[in-house]
């Protein structure tokens, strides 16, 4: 599978919608692994534009992110609530919260000019997060050429990956950094491990795995692979490279004491996302206690605009730091410099990583 698309070693940087740059996917498949864009928030001519840069720089293969989430359900009760909750924050910075909030983003399934888009494009991998899209949209999709992933947090999950028909399954553990990629945010989840869900979809699904969640180095590659993964996803440890869009403030937070206590939180977005811990995961802990924000992308609505309100006011901490487990093994380092280090980590020669994939 992965040999097909000429790539030369087993990593993917995940692609991590508004941190990920034409210029970091480019760096990391001109190093022979599989560069990602994350077009899940943007529209089709901000998607456009980063998928003709991302061609501009490089002639590798690379795969372009798109969201699959659920439809938003106002809530004008619980969308008041919420702000009302989060009212005391944004009067710290003399700010009131938006009078109402708005669905930011779009899902896949609701835009045929992005599935027009990507056809039109034909990159050579595109991954689903949240869900799958329609069968029609796979199979449009299918018919240009395109390699489809998506990602898995469970069995279940997986197992309805593979019955769509996709090329492989992107495993992520909780460790993971960002949104968990759960079909159902509302349901049970079981929070699994990258590697005990790893080792399970490799011995009970037909299709490759790419184990994702808490990888930062090349030993964890390596464990990785041994446990049958045929590449792995690492986005935490992408983030303080010089490609990247993350703020001087983000990249601080990742050398701080943050990096050691993540926390999982609906509070930023309205869906289970983990983040440095900040002034915004421990403003969660409170207010999730009196309430329950809103539908994704709703609260993220909210979350914006208190993060813009402290920004202006020089208070960094109500970002979206998103960041896994691993965040206190990041190094600062260019993409290539950085793929070579992954591949000497690994233990193994890239000639030998080159016949390993599968």
């Not at 590659?221 to 996803?233: E, F, H, M, V």
């Not at 050398?255 to 811990?277: D, N």
């Not at 206190?328 to 280090?341: D, N, S």
Request: charged share 20%; with cysteine; proline share 7%.
């Amino acid at each position: 599978m992965l040999e097909g698309l000429g790539m030369k070693l087993p990593i993917i940087q995940a692609p991590m919608a508004g941190v990920s740059t034409p210029a970091l996917a480019a760096a990391v498949s001109n190093a022979g692994g599989l560069g990602s864009i994350g077009i899940g928030a943007s529209d089709v001519a901000g998607a456009r534009a980063m998928i003709d840069e991302t061609f501009a720089r490089t002639d590798r293969p690379f795969n372009v992110n798109v969201f699959v989430h659920g439809p938003a359900v106002h809530d004008p009760e619980r969308e008041a609530t919420w702000l009302a909750a989060l009212k005391p924050a944004f009067a710290e910075f003399d700010a009131a919260p938006p009078a109402g909030l708005r669905v930011i983003y779009k899902s896949f399934t609701d835009d045929p000019e992005m599935l027009s888009l990507l056809v039109e494009k034909k990159p050579a991998v595109v991954s689903f997060h949240f869900g799958l899209p329609p069968a029609e949209t796979l199979a449009a999709l299918k018919g240009a050429g395109i390699r489809l992933f998506a990602t898995a947090t469970n069995l279940a999950e997986a197992e309805a990956v593979e019955a769509a028909g996709l090329d492989a399954v992107i495993a992520q553990g909780i460790e993971a950094g960002g949104h968990r990629g759960a079909f159902d945010p509302l349901a049970p989840d079981d929070g699994l491990g990258t590697f005990a869900l790893t080792r399970l979809l490799v011995r009970e699904i037909g299709i490759p795995v790419i184990a994702a969640g808490g990888i930062m180095d090349g030993a964890g590659i390596a464990a990785a692979r041994d446990l049958g993964a045929s590449a792995t996803q690492l986005g935490t440890a992408f983030i303080a490279c010089p490609e990247s869009a993350a703020d001087d403030a983000y990249r601080a937070a990742l050398r701080g004491p943050g990096a050691y206590h993540t926390r999982l939180t609906t509070a930023i977005s309205g869906r289970p996302a983990r983040a440095l811990a900040n002034r915004f995961t421990e403003l969660a802990e409170t207010a999730l206690r009196e309430t329950t924000p809103p539908d994704y992308p709703i609260a993220y609505d909210a979350g914006k605009a208190l993060h813009a309100a402290a920004k202006a006011c020089g208070e960094a901490g109500y970002g979206a730091q998103w960041a896994g487990q691993g965040a206190p093994l990041v190094r600062a380092m260019p993409a290539a410099e950085l793929m070579a280090t992954l591949v000497r980590e690994c233990g193994l020669g890239e000639e030998t990583l080159i016949n390993g994939l599968r």
